[in-house]
């Protein structure tokens, strides 16, 4: 999900919510053209190898990807948006690919022996979202293999800003200043004190933030969304929280203006969200010794409700269309292991294929003071849509899951352990992230000096408490039933126990008939 974050637990609202919002700023696609010779002057090894990635990507072929990462882009050193095949693809099909605005390689005595870096100013194909990437590149192996890359979106430079909004942007995007980091880190310990779960640890937070302002740590930071990512990994080394997030990000349409509540849902809201699959892989289905084994990738959790959009009913009904594609299988795995989280509700919703007769009560958030705030339960299969069917709670059914499941994915996975449904969570590590606590929505911070809704600090002011444990999985994870090994497919081990499960059952029965 190209937007805020790219991808990140709490930015999954957030970009969710400029996601409904259309195209940023107005721009129009076609004014804007990159520098076609760029390529021309840019020939060092990090510069060829990130051409060569983005020409694969930008044509959106899965086989061609897949190919160019065997030997060139390992997925596990790159950043939450292409953290495997599925994710690229999605990325690759919501951006449109990107168009290559600037070049810029990283000074050698900025670089590590052996290493060499390029930046890259991207610009998305089908709307004018801009974007920061960085790939790094061993040099002492064959063909410069990729050590690491990330990409996150950014403000539209002040360049390309139309005209009638340029002094809008350099308001907002005026390098920082001592004067003003200290209104922003004022501001995030206000909300901080008022919103956060465990006050305790807020108050740390605060501290931290403050000693390393007084001793000059953050003092070279002059653009807003580097340091915002920098205040978010300085309040998560305290707190362990992995929904606090600090985002410095260019507000949707109707913003500029001063018009910030005037935010509709687009039209064609559903058509987006179609191009994500909804939050789905692609179902499959094997047929092994005539056993049906069926695979489905979750990667997050879409909005399903009517407090967001409208179309809620039609969106439960795709979701449930796409599950119902394995739902006649003799097991099933789902595949947690990049799942971004998203809406409980939809956490909520899916789980009502899976689970015994709804409504089962899953859980609910408190605030700090253990008042319930809101309440979770899975749906009667009498009220999923028409035509759409369950997997049960009987057949055999495995999770996939990686340091990768987080949020909503974790809260999945919980649920079926913690009410032993879930017959086996192999997992590629031996827990998830273990972030379960609840931003209830952003709080948008100084916009006198910066302009509306350019910097938004996400407090998780709700915590999740299971009806099952009469706890959660904050800090700790959900821990695998299996873990495999480094060179080890959970797939193939998933899809061989399940079999074993299968085999196991067909002799129980037998063993019943005999008697």
Not at 253 to 276: A, C, I, T
Not at 416 to 421: D, E, G, T
């Amino acid at each position: 999900m190209a937007l805020v974050s790219y991808i990140m637990p709490f930015a999954v609202a957030l970009s969710l919510y400029y996601l409904l919002q259309g195209p940023l700023s107005g721009i129009e696609v076609s004014k804007i053209m990159p520098d076609r010779m760029l390529w021309a002057s840019a020939r060092t090894p990090a510069a060829k190898q990130f051409n060569a990635w983005l020409k694969v990507f930008n044509i959106g072929d899965r086989d061609a990807l897949l190919s160019y990462h065997v030997d060139n882009f390992p997925y596990g050193v790159a950043s939450e948006d292409l953290a495997g095949i599925e994710r690229e693809m999605v990325f690759s099909t919501h951006t449109g690919g990107f168009h290559v605005m600037q070049i810029q390689q990283v000074p050698e005595e900025r670089t590590k022996e052996g290493e060499e870096t390029v930046n890259v100013l991207l610009r998305e194909k089908k709307r004018p979202q801009f974007a920061r990437a960085s790939m790094k590149v061993d040099l002492s192996k064959k063909d410069y293999p990729v050590s690491k890359f990330e990409i996150h979106p950014i403000p539209t430079p002040i360049k390309y800003a139309p005209e009638d909004k340029k002094e809008y942007y350099r308001k907002a995007l005026a390098p920082l200043t001592t004067e003003r980091r200290h209104m922003v880190l004022d501001e995030i310990a206000d909300v901080v004190r008022k919103r956060y779960i465990f006050p305790d640890i807020g108050d740390k937070m605060i501290k931290d933030l403050q000693a390393r302002e007084a001793s000059g740590e953050y003092d070279h930071y002059a653009e807003s969304d580097i340091w915002a990512r920098r205040l978010t990994e300085d309040m998560l080394a305290v707190s362990n929280d992995q929904h606090i997030r600090v985002i410095f990000a260019e507000p949707p349409p109707g913003v500029h203006g001063g018009d910030g509540d005037n935010l509709r849902e687009p039209p064609d809201l559903f058509d987006r969200l179609k191009g994500m699959n909804f939050g789905l892989g692609e179902p499959s289905v094997e047929v092994i010794e005539n056993h049906r084994i069926g695979f489905l990738p979750i990667d997050g959790f879409v909005p399903t409700t009517p407090e967001v959009t409208r179309e809620y009913e039609k969106i439960q009904k795709a979701i449930g269309d796409i599950v119902s594609q394995v739902a006649d299988t003799d097991a099933l795995v789902l595949d947690l292991r990049r799942n971004g989280g998203g809406h409980p509700s939809t956490v909520a919703f899916v789980l009502s294929y899976f689970l015994p007769e709804g409504p089962v009560h899953l859980h609910d958030f408190v605030d700090w003071d253990g008042v319930v705030k809101s309440t979770y339960s899975t749906l009667p299969t009498s009220e999923l849509p028409k035509g759409t069917h369950p997997f049960g709670e009987s057949r055999p059914l495995f999770l996939l899951t990686s340091k990768r499941t987080v949020s909503g994915g974790e809260d999945m996975s919980y649920n079926l352990q913690a009410r032993k449904r879930a017959t086996a969570i192999v997992g590629e590590d031996e827990t998830t992230a273990g972030a379960a606590n609840l931003v209830t929505g952003p709080s948008i911070i100084c916009e006198e000096e910066f302009g509306g809704r350019w910097w938004h600090v996400g407090i998780p002011d709700r915590r999740p408490v299971n009806v099952v444990t009469g706890t959660n999985w904050e800090g700790f994870g959900v821990r695998s039933d299996v873990v495999v090994g480094e060179n080890q497919d959970p797939r193939a081990i998933a899809r061989s126990m399940a079999l074993e499960q299968l085999a196991s059952r067909n002799d129980a029965k037998s063993t019943m008939l005999v008697q």
